[in-house]
């Protein structure tokens, strides 16, 4: 199980910034031993879906 003080930041304030820094912050969460993550998107609308599909291809584009 991941633990430590960035997992208890993200835990507390979320993730922040372009896609492409929430895919890296991303990746190191999973590197620290996280599995499963719970994405809220704040609104919910279209333009934030999109952004989220970005990060979702870089994460797909960085572990292949």
Known sequence: M???PA???VASEGLRG???QV???LS???ETGASH???MLSPVNA?????FG???NALNQKHR
């Open 2 to 4: 991941a633990e430590g």
């Open 7 to 9: 997992l208890d930041r």
């Open 18 to 20: 372009t896609p492409e």
């Open 23 to 25: 895919a890296e912050s």
């Open 28 to 30: 190191r969460l999973a």
């Open 37 to 39: 993550i719970t994405i």
């Open 47 to 51: 333009s934030n879906l999109d952004r």
């Open 54 to 56: 970005v990060i979702i």
